[in-house]
Every structure is written in structure tokens, then in C-alpha cells.
């Protein structure tokens, strides 16, 4: 077997390949494109706009107003009043319409999530466990707990002082006058 002539692998280090075309004339060819895209969208709106100008004087023809009595125009405004109340009537239905199917296909996306059983999870967060807790997990939980009570610390409560009350008409004569002032401001301190 004869192995046909060797040619040397490119080397794949290169992140875009290479363009047959020159950076100007590609800057050329882009601009071209943008002004054809240009001209074209300016071509469809024009297009647009005669279609839909087609359309109104198609279903609303001009209305001739001159040479009309005033009983001719009343009748118009009623006959117009009578069209506008139509066309919202028909608007209306077919809004509640459209709701209503809107309502329906996502109803049935949602049977459909069920049935395939692709139901969106939300994330749960990570949470580390020590040894112990891992422990009281795969143990009963009834038998593990114990009253809170026993875990807090406790609190010796000093016992406050309780002045002896006495008839306050006794003492009223003792504290009178600066000696008296001068036995509370000694027992403040």
C-alpha cells in the first residue's frame, strides 16, 4: 500500500479561521447588506401602509357630509352609533374569547408537565451537618429530645432588699427637718 503524499496537519491553536476575504472587502460587502436590508424594510413599510389605507376605505368609505339636512345627519350619527356599538360588542367577545383559550392552553401545559413528570424543583440550599445531628437524624427523634429547660444555664437571682414597712406617720416625725434629709441622702449611698 502506498501512502500518498504526507501533508502537514494545521494546527488547531488558531480560535477563528481564516477569511478568504480582506478586512475591506468585507467591510464592503457588510455595508451593502445594511443598505439593501434598509431599503427593503422601507420598501415593506410603504407596503404595509397601502394595504392597511386599502383596507379602511374598503370596510369605512369617506363619508359625504355636505349637502345633508340636519334630520339626514342625525340619522348618520345613529347609524354610526349603531356600528360602533356592534364592532365593540364583537371586540369584547372575542377578547373574552382568546382569555379563555389563553386560560386553557395553560391548563393543559400544566397537565402536560404533570404527565411527563418534568415538575421544576426549586434549589434547595446545602446545609453541613455535624456527626452528631447526621446521628439524630436515623434515631428516633421522640427518644433524643430532652426538656430545654435542662440545657439553659441557670441563673442565681440575688435576692433583693426588702425594707420593712412601718407606719408611715412614725416615721414622718424622724425624717422631718435636715437631719432627716441627711439620713436618706446617707442611705442612697
Not at 340636519?70 to 345613529?78: A, M, P, R, S, T
Not at 347609524?79 to 395553560?106: C, F, G, P, T, W
Not at 391548563?107 to 451537618?129: A, D, N, T, W
Request: proline share 3%; with cysteine; glycine share 4%.
Amino acid at each position: 500500500m502506498s501512502e500518498g503524499p504526507v501533508r502537514p496537519r494545521k494546527s488547531r491553536s488558531r480560535s477563528k479561521p481564516q477569511s478568504n476575504y480582506s478586512a475591506t472587502r468585507r467591510l464592503m460587502l457588510k455595508t451593502k447588506l445594511l443598505r439593501k436590508a434598509e431599503s427593503l424594510l422601507e420598501k415593506e413599510k410603504e407596503q404595509k401602509r397601502i394595504e392597511r389605507d386599502n383596507a379602511l376605505n374598503e370596510r369605512a368609505p369617506p363619508l359625504k357630509l355636505s349637502g345633508l339636512s340636519v334630520q339626514e345627519l342625525q340619522e348618520l350619527c345613529k347609524d354610526l352609533h349603531h356600528k360602533i356599538d356592534i364592532v365593540d360588542e364583537v371586540r369584547y367577545d372575542l377578547s373574552i374569547k382568546v382569555a379563555r383559550n389563553d386560560m386553557e392552553i395553560q391548563s393543559l401545559h400544566q397537565k402536560i408537565f404533570e404527565l411527563k413528570g418534568k415538575m421544576k424543583r426549586p434549589k434547595l440550599k446545602r446545609v453541613k451537618k455535624s456527626a452528631d445531628d447526621v446521628l439524630g437524624a436515623m434515631t428516633d427523634n421522640k427518644l433524643m429530645k430532652t426538656d430545654f429547660k435542662a440545657n439553659l444555664k441557670t441563673v442565681k437571682k440575688e435576692e433583693e432588699k426588702k425594707e420593712e414597712v412601718t407606719d408611715w406617720r412614725k416615721n414622718v416625725e424622724a425624717m422631718s427637718g435636715m437631719e432627716g434629709r441627711k439620713k436618706i441622702f446617707d442611705a442612697g449611698q
